[in-house]
Nanobody, 123 residues
Framework: QVQLVESGGGLVQAGGSLRLSCAGSGRILSLYSMGWFRQAPGKGRGFVAAISRSGGTTYYGDSVKGRFTISRDYAKNTVYLQMNSLKPEDTAVYYC????????????????WGQGTQVTVSA
């Protein structure tokens, strides 16, 4: 099992940027495919981005393509989500998640989750 802690959320104006971090402990994150998901008030959890163990494959949700970038730093055991051109509809709690070995975009297949970090984008 891996423990995940997100950070970097906050309040930003529309058009601004934030970088979320997800630090892992307990296991080496290079063994895991990693994903970012988000949940807005009154809505279900939605897929944002995912990255393979090698970092060579990435997937993005349609609403964030071209604006968000997922990356990982093996030395720091950390995964990042760079968010640019933020919109009010990006407002949500953002969660990172880990799945052993296999890359997937389905939240149901991720076994380990962080506590979430709030991102609020004002108009």
């Amino acid at each position: 099992q891996v423990q995940l802690v997100e950070s970097g959320g906050g309040l930003v104006q529309a058009g601004g940027s934030l970088r979320l971090s997800c630090a892992g402990s307990g296991r080496i994150l290079s063994l895991y495919s990693m994903g970012w998901f988000r949940q807005a008030p009154g809505k279900g959890r939605g897929f944002v981005a995912a990255i393979s163990r090698s970092g060579g494959t990435t997937y993005y949700g349609d609403s964030v393509k071209g604006r968000f970038t997922i990356s990982r730093d093996y030395a720091k055991n950390t995964v990042y989500l760079q968010m640019n051109s933020l919109k009010p509809e990006d407002t949500a709690v953002y969660y990172c998640a880990a799945r052993y070995l296999v890359l997937t975009t389905s939240d149901l297949e991720y076994s380990d989750w962080g506590q979430g970090t709030q991102v609020t984008v004002s108009a």
